[in-house]
């Protein structure tokens, strides 16, 4: 799951009709094709890591992630390079050494692990793996889930979206993502084999970042979470609609249309952050309520001040956990 860029375009569009007619406009997104060769080479790696995972347990494949990602830190240069230009941006003023060799190793093994984790994860008794989830606030999820209008939860570029996706689905959440298009063949390989290995749970919807904002609609009206990304980098279209806010001594865009949706299907919306901890431990925090519809009365004003809540709470969950970024 990446960045929600297009959802929101045309938010104004009704909700879509009863029934069940699809709008075939625009497809979900869907995983690329891979090539035998990639599809052999993933496959080697995924019985590798089970391998490992049944002579070592999964707490000594997280120890062989973290020293892989130790060793990457230490050869990759360009990366620890990328990552202390975007620890610079998120700090405001330029990391000290300490700051950049702790933080940039603690992002490559936190990745490194993640992707690790996606290809053991179907592999894994579920019991074990539900129990891997750690959901702060859970009463007020639940809460919002019970008035069956759907949930939007706004994350931000933390943590590891795809772990904790999966997670929610084993759980048994019933959840849709938006995210790009442009997805790599790990994930293609990810999702065939979940679908393989597990045929008796629903796959959630994996809605494109450009796709026809009638999915999402129907999604809400579905009583889903719906999970995306509201601290955008790069507009697509010129044309979207966005409330600037001033963070770290600059201004930045962030996008309305999702909030409009929500709000249009009577879902609360949430904002939310995702932390990992060691042992393939991921930590779902259910901060607040950024939006009640029952309680809206100037629409527009309120989504403007509920974007500024959310900013400044992305601008301080980036300050004290750095190394959670998601992308750099």
């Not at 891997?132 to 606030?137: P, V, Y």
Request: charged share 25%; proline share 6%.
């Amino acid at each position: 799951m990446k960045t929600e860029q297009n959802a929101a375009e045309m938010a104004s569009e009704p909700p879509p009709p009863a029934g069940n007619a699809e709008d075939v406009s625009q497809p979900e997104a869907r995983e690329p094709a891979l090539s035998w060769w990639q599809h052999l080479s993933f496959a080697l790696v995924d019985w590798l890591l089970w391998g490992i995972c049944r002579l070592l347990t999964l707490k000594g494949v997280y120890g062989f992630g973290c020293a892989f990602g130790s060793v990457e830190w230490l050869i990759n240069y360009k990366r620890r390079r990328r990552f202390a230009v975007a620890l610079e941006r998120v700090l405001g003023r330029p990391p000290t050494p300490a700051e950049r060799r702790r933080e940039g190793r603690f992002f490559v093994q936190r990745t490194r692990c993640a992707k690790i984790f996606s290809l053991l994860v179907a592999r894994l008794p579920r019991d074990q793996v539900v129990g891997l989830l750690t959901i702060t606030n859970r009463e007020l999820l639940e809460a919002a889930l019970a008035r069956r209008r759907g949930v939007y939860l706004a994350l931000s570029h933390h943590g590891d979206h795809h772990a904790v996706g999966t997670l929610l689905v084993l759980a048994g959440y019933r959840i849709a993502v938006v995210r790009d298009r442009d997805e790599g063949g790990v994930r293609a390989y990810v999702e065939q084999q979940f679908r393989r290995l597990h045929p008796d749970i629903e796959v959630p919807p994996i809605l494109a970042a450009d796709v026809f904002p009638r999915r999402i609609y129907r999604c809400l009206h579905e009583g889903r979470i719906l999970m995306s990304l509201m601290d955008v980098t790069n507009l697509r279209r010129a044309n979207l609609r966005t409330h600037t806010v001033r963070v770290s001594g600059g201004e930045r865009k962030f996008l309305v249309g999702p909030m409009q949706i929500a709000l249009r299907c009577g879902a609360p919306i949430l904002q939310g952050f995702l932390a990992t901890e060691p042992g393939f431990r991921y930590r779902l925090e259910v901060v607040d309520t950024l939006l009640d519809p029952e309680q809206v009365t100037d629409a527009e004003a309120d989504i403007r001040a509920a974007i500024e809540r959310y900013a400044a709470r992305v601008e301080g969950y980036g300050y004290q956990q750095p190394g959670l970024l998601s992308r750099i």
